[in-house]
């Protein structure tokens, strides 16, 4: 494989895991992206990554990469997460590493599930193995903040997203819909679905755009959709109840489930939290909001987001539903990137 001079440093063989990791992205969740390099002498002999949820992890794909086993004892393996020491749906990676006996293990970060997390380095010590840590950890943490998110704060990492007319509009008035963005835009707009756990709307946008929330455009699974239609006011003929995919109506009046609609009675108040809450409960890892001002605006008021996607258009409305405001935007704006005649923003959350 891959020949590298002059023994670099940790940090270049951890780059690469972590770019081998980026691989899994909308296809493990919830489960962690995770790559994994095995390095002999310089010289890289094995990659791996976590290529889907339930199937082999990154270190068990490393290693089964490597032709002549007999070098695994004189190696050094580069893997952006600790290595899990449990059995879930596969067995204990470090059992791997430990069986193996493998010179030296370098993480990228520590897992941060208190259940699991520092286990797994504890394994491969106490069978003499030596653990370095902390190798490029905030790219790692950057790589997986929808893990680290749904890990720590108990519920989905939060993705805000909306496209706005130059003068700010969203939409024309009377709810009227526009096509503010570009059609390369929004093919990248169904990547991103294509990488999320589950998409949400409210009940304006899904009774006047009728949107499918899919990924047509793309190539790659569907999210759960998700809406919020309170009274249950929402017509059965639009594309959110047409069982293509599966959907969750969080309502004010009943619990049910009905082909691929499951209706989830909510509370007045603190709904956001609830909702966010349950979504934690069935394993969705991360969501992407698209709903309206309202929504949208809700999620910013109680700072319950963790990105933002701006899509700023090239085109004039002059009136109509204005676009939501997100304050502090300038000291959590990270990324400003042109697409076409459209300029995207991106924000991350500072708080």
Known sequence: MQKVTNLPSHELFMSRALELAGLGAGNVSPNPMVGCVIVH?????????????????AEVNAVNSVENKSLLSESEVYVTL??????????????????HQVKRVIICNVDSNPLVGGKGIEKLKNAGIEVITGILEEEGRILNRRFF?????????????????????????????????????????????????????????????????????????????????????????????????PTICYNQLKDRTEKETIFVKIPEKETLLFILNDLFQRKIQSLIVEGGTGLLQSFADERLWDEVYLIKGDNFLTEGIKAPILLNAESSLYQCEQIGNDKWFRYRSDF
């Open 149 to 245: 998110t749904y890990i720590e704060k108990k519920r989905p990492f939060v993705i805000l997203k909306w496209a706005e007319s130059q003068d700010g509009f969203i939409a024309k008035p009377g709810f009227e819909a526009v096509q503010i963005s570009n059609p390369l835009s929004k093919r990248l707009v169904h990547k991103m679905r294509s990488e999320e756990d589950a998409i949400m709307v409210g009940t304006n946008t899904a009774r006047y755009d009728n949107p499918q929330l899919n990924v047509r455009n793309w190539t790659g699974r569907n999210p759960l959709r998700v809406v919020i239609d309170n009274k249950l006011e929402l017509s059965e003929d639009l594309f959110l109840f047409d069982d293509s995919q």
């Open 41 to 57: 002498e310089g010289r890289i002999i094995g990659e791996g990554w976590h290529r889907k949820y339930g199937e082999a992890h």
């Open 82 to 99: 600790e290595p899990c020491s449990h059995f879930g749906k596969t067995p204990p990676c470090a059992d791997l590493l430990v069986y």
